[in-house]
């Protein structure tokens, strides 16, 4: 298994969070969006990612509604909740909290 893989199930809900926080946006778009930002090491499979984005929006924490995206065909658009806002906040410490024990460990410092 790639390790990149463990990596995307452990913070996908962190990172798709993270990705709405400037404004709605369809699942392609937030895939891509993951992809380029870490130079292609976090992609995911597409249906990993549309079971978070429906399990975030069964917990409150994303709104959606179906729209047009840019190419002009139909997609659902999500968008970060009031919930969602706080859970981002919530997921990132978490994670901050996990990085820094894990680089302890590897004796490695973080700038």
């Known amino acids: 298994m790639d390790p990149s893989s463990q990596l995307v199930r452990g913070t ?3 990172l798709i969070l993270r990705r709405l926080v400037d404004g709605a946006k369809h699942g392609f778009a937030i895939a891509e969006e993951i992809a380029e930002r870490s ?3 976090l992609a995911f499979e597409e249906g990993a990612l549309y079971q978070a984005l429906h399990r975030m ?3 409150g924490w994303l709104a959606s509604q179906w729209a047009h995206a840019e ?3 139909r997609a659902r658009f999500y ?3 009031a919930e969602g806002r706080r859970q981002l906040r919530v997921e990132t410490e978490s994670f901050a909290r996990y990085a820094l024990a894990v680089f302890s460990v590897l004796e490695v410092e973080v700038a």
Do not use: D
């Open 12 to 14: 996908l809900h962190l």
């Open 39 to 41: 130079g292609g090491a």
């Open 57 to 59: 929006e069964e917990r």
């Open 71 to 73: 190419s002009g065909k």
């Open 79 to 81: 968008r970060l909740t």
